[in-house]
């Protein structure tokens, strides 16, 4: 699961991974057998059950809010979390700062139709060298692999033609489903909705493809690592994604960046090449957006914006200073 979470990326790739999981269910129907119906029931089982009891309601959650200013220029940075359960966040000074921005921009913007995706998986997610991911697992870790797609009703079989990188990311995801976090809750998602609303203007910082390159462009050795880690840590999953949950929800980059770095696999090139290197090149379009007028609200992975290089970090190694927008409860 370490790929999805890249050493401090919390669960941005969990979202990814929901996005292209939808994308390549043509790809995985091929080889999917068609699942027997379900027999009707009969007697007295036919009759309704009764309702379930409502869920309480989730706490409020309040999620770290920064901006960065000059004499003409706001920008707001705000971390979010790609797959979440129906917690409240989008209110309070978070929805005061959007409210008030001119433009909304993210990491990658959100297709609207997940399968226009599906040339991307094909051209990066398949290994077009006839190699099987079964063959480069131990037969220990074929048999965890049957057991982690068993609840997705498809043959373990059908991810022989997958990079291990993607095959990690739809197991961490789909784990991350079941534990009640759905993309359809996530924050991006919610800001894209809301920024249609207002016909405001949504940019990306990346991109679907780019980002996907970049997980493509990780050595193999790395990559099968980082399935290895999915699968021990799948059984899990609650027990880790619950306290960055929390983490999150209270607004606690430290808690973040710390419970990150206990769940990572210590990869200095991992940590360069999915924090490191990508924050600073954010910084640096900050810097530039700076010179332009106007309120930007950016929405990026939480970890981006915690530990000791964090965007903040970076914006301030460069005389840039950002500050912490406190919590004030708006009615």
């Known amino acids: 699961m370490n790929l999805a979470l890249e050493k401090g990326m919390l669960v941005k790739k969990l979202f990814l991974a929901a996005v292209l999981a939808l994308a390549s269910t043509a790809a995985l129907s091929q080889d999917a057998p ?30 770290a809010l920064w901006v960065v200013r000059d004499a003409d220029t706001t920008i707001y940075l705000f971390g979010t979390i790609h797959l979440l359960d129906g917690r409240p966040w989008f209110n309070d000074e978070v929805k005061t700062a959007f409210d008030a921005s001119d433009s909304l921009v993210m990491e990658a913007i959100i297709p609207a139709d997940p399968m226009s995706v599906v040339p991307t998986i094909m051209r990066y997610g398949v290994d077009t060298t006839g190699r099987k991911l079964s063959d480069r697992l131990t037969p220990a870790e074929n048999q965890a692999l049957v057991r982690a797609v068993r609840p997705l009703g498809i043959p373990a079989a059908v991810f022989d033609r997958f990079e291990p990188w993607f095959a990690s990311m739809m197991l961490s995801a789909t784990a991350a489903q079941r534990s009640g976090l759905d993309a359809a809750n996530g924050v991006e998602t919610v800001l894209t909705r ?63 960046a710390r419970l990150m770095e206990s769940y990572g696999d210590g990869s200095p090139l991992l940590h360069r090449v999915m924090l490191t290197n990508r924050n600073a090149a954010w910084a640096r379009w900050i810097h530039d957006r700076l010179e332009r007028p106007g309120t ?4 990026v992975g939480a970890a981006h914006l915690a530990g000791r290089d964090s965007v903040q970090a970076v914006l301030g190694a460069h005389g840039i200073r950002s500050e912490r927008v406190p919590h004030a409860t708006v009615q």
Not at 35 to 63: F, H
């Open 34 to 63: 068609d699942p027997a119906p379900a027999p009707a029931p009969v007697g007295p089982a036919a009759a309704p059950a009764p309702a379930a009891p409502a869920a309480p309601p989730l706490p409020d959650a309040n999620p």
């Open 296 to 299: 930007v609200f950016i929405a």
């Open 194 to 256: 809301a920024a249609a609303e207002r016909n405001m203007p949504v940019g990306e910082l990346e991109g679907l493809e780019w980002q996907v390159r970049l997980f493509d462009n990780l050595p193999e050795v790395l990559q099968l690592a980082e399935l290895r880690s999915t699968l021990r840590q799948l059984d899990n999953t609650d027990q880790i994604l619950a306290p960055m949950l929390a983490a999150w929800s209270t607004g606690d980059p430290e808690a973040l």
